[in-house]
């Protein structure tokens, strides 16, 4: 290791361009999940359009019969999942931009989005292979959690 400069988690040393590069991917990350957060705000008081976008992927005849029976189920409780998904996009947001926890934070991310596009009924169609928060952000989620630094 070079004098005076510090090793990372991972190995990463301060400064490197693969610790730019991996630090670059989580902020950008952060960033998506805060600003797809911002629509959500309102589901703290009002659980209703999360409720409404349950009951539509539920009757979806297109999408395979898990993903409605699974959109289903989660109906009862659309109260807590509402705050959950907005605690969880915005806190992991925050918490990727700040480097906190990072391939812990990318794991629950990554399992969130995953958890939206079964539900959606997306993720067993060729949308999620072209839709931006499809693929894309499961790949670089799952880069994160695997190796993205502390």
């Known amino acids: 290791m070079t004098p005076g400069v510090a090793s990372g988690a991972g190995g ?10 991996w630090m670059l991917l989580r902020i950008c990350l952060g960033v998506f999940l805060i600003v797809k957060s911002i629509s ?14 349950l009951v539509e992927w539920a009757a979806k005849p297109e999408s395979i019969a ?4 699974y959109a289903q189920m989660l109906i009862p409780a659309v109260a807590v999942f509402a705050r959950l998904a907005l605690i969880g996009e915005l806190g992991g947001g925050i918490a990727l931009i700040a480097g906190v926890q990072t391939r812990i934070v990318a794991v629950l991310a990554l399992l969130m989005i995953v958890n ?6 997306g993720l067993f169609a ?11 952000v499961v790949g670089a989620l799952a880069a994160l959690a695997w190796g993205g630094g502390r």
């Not at 959500?40 to 976008?53: E, I, M, T």
């Not at 898990?66 to 029976?69: T, V």
């Open 12 to 21: 990463l040393r301060r400064g490197s361009g693969e610790a730019r590069a």
């Open 126 to 136: 060729y949308d999620f292979l072209s839709d931006a928060s499809g693929l894309v």
């Open 66 to 69: 898990i993903s409605r029976a």
């Open 116 to 121: 939206y596009h079964f539900a959606s009924g």
């Open 40 to 53: 959500k705000f309102g589901w703290l008081l009002d659980s209703s359009p999360l409720s409404a976008r």
